[in-house]
């Protein structure tokens, strides 16, 4: 019987194969499908009809073992037979589709209507003779040519316009191409490890195939579907996927089914690839989404709204596939939300504000003029409104509609937007050659302002490069590696099997790239130190580890934060087990009771022993900044078989064997940098897991602490009991008697440093609230990473998930990387606020040239042709130029600006009165005086069409003259006197100003009718460039004057105190919303409950876009969201189930129910706040702490569910 079925499923295979593509044995759709099982079904449904992972992989045509070969035309036919692994991205916008958005600006539009009324206009020619009897409207009498010349004005205005909209298109076109770009560098930063030939190889996610046998170790972010082979103590979290918060359990007998975009928390293992691409779950959800592109188009205009919120969601899976595709989706769906930030906020506001006074402005313009006209003619000089004369004065009110649209189009500055934009992506280009990867835009700037810096040990203030310095083996305490003839034959053996069998066999230490080099060390670092240690013993690790392979360990312990240790079992040949321990001294030794002695016999190992021992032989390693291992193993007898989940009684009574300690020197250029901070009012505090007194030797090597000063050095546990109070919950004025002292937090788990970070951000201590930025490398960052207001990942030993939290990816894991990042912040900063100071007071200048003159001489001096090259000057181009300034040195030099720092200092605004009273004395004299001055005919009242006059001309040319050279002013923006420091160090801003000057001759000397402007001799030329010059002059004159004697600035410098607050919370409440989910529970809001079936998850999107969307914009339902997050059953649970991590504080508690009459007396699980979620609490409890009402339409969404 059992030969027939073998041979039936033979035939069954071959007559399989030959209908399935490409000669694999298996069917795309086959392939999906089975990705659809889960647990025992998936277990039942491959050992029925692939035979088992073995069959599976026969048929795959790989190895479990070797994996592929490797072979191009293999890979080609597999990408082509199961696709490649990337969700195709979003077509980028087209130019014409930018030109078309730019197109939409109401003012632009108001102008272009303005323009070809006026064109129209111009070619009626009214009945002729009659023309005398309309009075002013001829008075001059044109020749034929400059009757011609009227439809000029109307083309020059739509020319203008058409220049605008181009540049503007340009520059968006531009911004998205680098944001495209910088997106694939992160997805190109992406490798995973894939066993190929036998050999483990890091990939690029995208080049994974179907077939591929790849290693999953902790940390990592699964690229791609696949069947578990092989697994060690395997937890993953799905959350993204199904929203449920609990670890999964991954084994290859019970759930071997692995999903791309899931996490792995603990343990290691191998997979086989079974679904790339757009056929793994998280491609499937996409093209869901509509991600996929066409099909979507047509839906786009419908869904765009929901289509995002469903993306945010989706936000984790940034693997390769779709990391762009979200990334536009989120773009699309929240530009106003999370592109935005607390600086484009402000500034936003500030240009509406400006925008509405502007349009007041230019309203009481076209009124008083209109007015002026119709009173002049029809009141004082009596004259009758003829049918025939209709026209002209149709023509004179648009002339006069024309220049009102001309004070508002000056009045509204869109550069300051784009000048945000371009500084942005400019200092994230520039960033990028200093090994930081912004993820974010904002964090850039964000970093401009941090205060305080926590940072990892391991890795970013140190090099990364263990090495065993010391030992304490066989009871001597030995000050540098001895020689192995030194150390007892039988205790040596078992070190270098303990050391060799119970390491991560992905650790290894390879020959080094260059002659001369060190060896290259791969994998866990604190492990390459171990073997380290037993290639200087002169033994071998490889050949052990040949002798029993990885498949053949009976089972592991792997390290993660609350074991703090790790235990390989090996089952002997007679049965028996012995087990190798490995971890921190202290924890290891606590559950020792032999030791290893000078002959290889195990003595009693008593707690006074273990007291001397840390008093001799671990402190003074600590002490010399060492980290101090503990190996050790215990013998188990072959029957009864201990019982191994219970892990407590098994990781006792251990036999130590030896102590090692590591070092890990100081990264050279570190205690500079740690300098800088400083020096620029940034306090560094060190958080590491490591042991006190090798963390204080560390910190006092690299200046964090300096002796002689007042500072706390303390570790997790006295942390914990400082800040929590009888109930064990923590207490936010605990926290404020910790933090500003601390330096050195040891011995830390995650939550500590969640807790610390949640602690310094909601501090109410100082006037300015904190601005923390965070380093992070471990998964178990994730949280205090997204709490912080900026995330640095490790681009070399950080984690999938750590990266996926950050803000900032460090190419290099260098600490001084943090500094240049802080430098670019705060170049951010002020190359806005240059830009501000400048643009304010052309607008300031512009708007009331324009309207005194139209008041007082009926028509504005400067023309609407010219306002739009103005405009153009100051809004575009200037951006470009002040925006682009490098940093210096001397920005390490102040302290951070805040949170709250109004936009305009006190010596900007200064600034900006100063230069606009000088620019508005010059031009009003020119305009009423000007004539006599220069000996020309002078250019007011002059009738409609009549030729551009000298006078006017000056006036505009003086004035863009000013400009120019006020640009120059604009570049110090702190009262520094010399303005032209630095200035050739910025090649673009010298080509802009140059280039501007060249174009202002050519549009004064050529420009003729369309620009009225009549050409100038070299004598007025150069009186106009002097009075450009006197801007430089003057600029001196006012950083003269000093800032304490205008105590009227005060005010102005405030004001946009008092209008930002609410903005900046307001963004914050949506950033809530929008990013701060992602992490630990994303896809919570979207798929509750584990949804095993997309079509159920559509259901949801369904639901999620009906019930929810309606509700988001309103604030009561903002904070349902909050609540039903933190709702009991969604309690979320950390990598450390033991540790409540949800920190009650008090004070919160407090603030809640003063402020919030909503809130039911909170229980301390109400208030959670979202606290542990990495949300970006507001400052502002109260918004969150309204609970989830039952009515809520979350609420009732899920118990439809």
């Known amino acids: ?473 066989a009871d001597v305490h030995y000050k540098a590696i001895p020689d192995p003839s030194s150390i007892p034959p039988k205790t040596l053996d078992t070190l270098v099997n303990a050391i060799s069998l119970n390491s991560a066999y992905t650790t290894k230490i390879l020959p080094p790239d260059k002659e001369g080099g060190l060896p290259k060390q791969v994998g866990n670092k604190t492990e390459c130190g171990l073997l380290g240690l037993v290639l200087d013993l002169k033994r071998d690790y490889q050949t052990v580890r040949n002798q029993i392979p990885e498949e053949k360990l009976y089972k592991v312990y792997t390290f993660n934060s609350i074991r703090k240790s790790m235990s390989t079992i090996i089952k002997l040949p007679d049965g028996s087990f012995k087990m190798y321990s490995k ?192 380093t992070g490398d471990g998964t178990n960052d994730g949280p205090a990473l997204k709490k912080a207001d900026v995330g640095f990942a490790m681009g070399i030993a950080g984690t999938d998930v750590a990266k996926e939290a950050s803000d900032i990816i460090l190419t290099d894991d260098n600490f001084s990387s943090i500094v240049k990042a802080v430098m670019w912040g705060r170049n951010v900063y002020d190359s806005i606020s240059k830009f501000l100071q400048f643009q304010l007071t052309v607008n300031v200048v512009a708007v009331i040239v324009a309207f005194t003159g139209a008041c007082i001489t009926q028509d504005s001096p400067l023309k609407a042709v010219q306002m739009l090259w103005v405009n153009l000057i100051m809004d575009t181009f200037a951006s470009l130029a002040l925006a682009t300034e490098p940093p210096t040195e001397s920005l390490l030099m102040r302290k951070p600006y805040g949170r709250n720092k109004p936009l305009i200092s006190s010596t900007m605004t200064k600034n900006i009165l100063g230069h606009g009273v000088y620019q508005l004395t010059i031009i009003f004299t020119l305009l009423f005086v000007g004539e006599q001055i220069f000996d020309i005919d002078s250019g007011r009242n002059a009738p409609l069409h009549s030729p551009p006059s000298e006078h006017y001309t000056i006036i505009f040319n003086t004035f863009v003259m000013m400009q120019l050279f006020n640009e120059i002013n604009a570049r110090k923006i702190h009262g520094e006197r010399n303005v032209f420091d630095g200035i050739f160090r910025n090649p673009i801003f010298c080509s802009i100003v140059l280039g501007t000057f060249a174009i202002q001759i050519v549009i004064v000397q050529f420009g003729g009718k369309p620009f009225s402007c009549s050409p100038l001799d070299l004598e007025k030329w150069m009186w106009c460039v002097f009075l450009g010059l006197g801007e430089l002059v003057w600029g001196q004159v006012i950083s003269t004057i000093p800032n304490s004697k205008l105590r009227f600035l005060k005010g102005a410098g405030q004001l946009t105190h008092k209008d930002e607050m609410p903005e900046e919370e307001q963004n914050e409440d949506q950033e809530e919303i929008d990013h701060g989910e992602r992490e630990l529970r994303r896809g919570q809001i979207l798929w509750f409950r584990g949804l095993n079936r997309i079509q159920t998850q559509i259901r949801v999107v369904n639901a999620f876009r009906s019930s929810l969307y309606e509700g988001l914009e309103k604030p009561e339902s903002r904070t349902s969201i909050h609540n039903f997050m933190t709702h009991p059953e969604f309690r979320i649970e950390d990598s450390t189930p033991h540790i409540p991590l949800i920190d009650d504080t008090d004070i919160d508690d407090e603030a809640a129910r003063k402020n919030s009459p909503l809130s039911q007396p909170s229980s301390p699980n109400k208030n959670n706040n979202a606290i542990d979620s990495g949300i970006n609490l507001t400052t502002d409890t109260s918004k969150s702490a309204v609970s989830s009402t039952p009515g809520s339409p979350l609420h009732s969404l899920e118990t439809s569910l």
């Open 1 to 473: 019987m059992g030969d027939m079925t073998n041979s039936d499923f033979y035939t069954k295979n071959q007559r399989n194969d030959s209908n399935h593509e490409g000669g694999f044995g298996c069917s795309l759709l086959e392939l999906r499908s089975l990705m659809e099982l889960r647990g025992m079904e998936a277990v039942v449904k491959i050992q029925d009809d692939y035979g088992g992972t073995e069959g599976l992989c026969q048929r795959l045509k790989t190895s479990p073992t070797e994996g592929l070969e490797g072979v191009v035309t293999d890979l080609d036919k597999r990408k082509e037979v199961f696709g490649e692994n990337l969700i195709p991205p979003k077509k980028p916008k087209t130019f014409l589709q930018l030109v078309w958005e730019a197109l939409q600006d109401v003012t632009l539009i108001i102008l272009e209507i303005a323009a070809i009324i006026s064109l129209g206009l111009s070619f009626y020619q009214p009945p002729g003779g009659g023309s005398e009897s309309c009075g002013t409207a001829n008075a001059g009498e044109e020749d034929e040519g400059e009757a011609e010349a009227g439809w000029i004005e109307g083309a020059a205005i739509l020319l203008s316009v058409v220049c605008v909209v181009l540049v503007t298109a340009f520059n968006d076109w531009s911004k998205e191409k680098q944001f495209r770009g910088l997106q694939s560098r992160i997805e190109q930063e992406q490798k995973f490890q894939v066993v190929r030939g036998g050999q483990v190889i890091q990939l690029p996610v995208s080049d994974i195939v179907v077939g591929d046998i790849a290693q999953i170790k902790y940390g990592d972010l699964l690229p791609a579907d696949g069947v578990l082979i092989q697994g060690n103590d395997l937890k993953i979290d799905e959350s993204s996927l199904t929203g449920e918060s609990d670890h999964v359990r991954k084994s290859a007998e019970k759930d071997p089914m692995l999903l791309s975009g899931t996490h792995v928390m603990e343990g290691s293992g191998r997979m086989v690839v079974m679904a790339v691409g757009v056929n793994s779950q998280t491609g499937i959800i996409f093209t869901l989404l509509g991600a996929g592109g066409e099909e979507e188009e047509k839906k786009e205009k419908k869904v765009k709204k929901q289509d995002g919120a469903a993306a945010m969601e989706m936000q984790p899976l940034k693997s390769a596939e779709g990391g762009e595709v979200e990334e536009k989706e989120k773009k699309k769906s929240s530009v106003s939300k999370k592109e935005k930030s607390v600086l484009q906020g402000k500034l936003t506001k500030l240009a509406v504000q400006i925008g509405k006074a502007g349009l007041v402005m230019s309203a009481i313009t076209v009124i008083i003029l209109v007015l002026y006209f119709a009173i002049d003619n029809f009141v004082l000089q009596k004259r009758q409104w003829l049918p025939e004369c209709t026209p002209i004065y149709i023509q004179y009110f648009v002339k006069f509609f024309i220049i009102g649209v001309t004070v508002l189009v000056v009045a509204v500055p869109e550069g300051l937007p784009l000048a945000v934009t371009i500084s942005l992506a400019y200092s994230v280009k520039k960033m990028m050659k200093d090994n930081n990867l912004v993820r974010h835009l904002d964090a850039c700037e964000t970093m401009g302002n941090a205060t305080a810096i926590c940072s990892d040990k391991t890795g970013t203030l140190t090099t990364n490069r263990m090495t065993a310095v010391q030992c304490y083996v």
């Open 583 to 774: 971890g921190a001294s202290e924890i290891i030794l606590k559950k020792c009771s032999r030791i290893l002695n000078e002959v290889s016999e195990p003595r009693v190992f008593r707690p006074r022993d273990r007291d001397e021992m840390v008093k001799k032989v671990i402190e003074p390693m600590a002490c010399n900044g060492l980290r101090t291992i503990c190996v050790a193993y215990r013998d188990f007898p072959a029957n009864p078989e201990p019982n191994w989940d219970d892990e407590n009684n098994i990781l006792t009574d251990l036999t130590a064997i030896c102590v090692v300690g590591i070092e890990d020197p100081v990264r050279p250029e570190v205690p500079d940098a740690i300098r800088k901070c400083q020096r620029a009012g940034i306090t560094v505090r060190m958080v590491t897991g490591d042991n006190i007194n090798t963390a204080r030797a560390i910190a006092i090597k690299c200046g964090i602490i300096q002796p002689g000063e007042d500072f706390l050095c303390i570790d997790g546990k006295e942390f914990n009991r400082r800040i929590r109070n009888e109930k064990g919950e923590v207490e936010q004025e605990r926290i404020d008697k910790v933090w500003p002292k601390l330096r050195v937090l040891a011995r830390s788990s995650p939550t500590d440093k969640h807790t610390l970070v949640k602690g310094i951000i909601d501090s109410t201590l100082v006037e300015q609230r904190q601005v923390v930025a965070v």
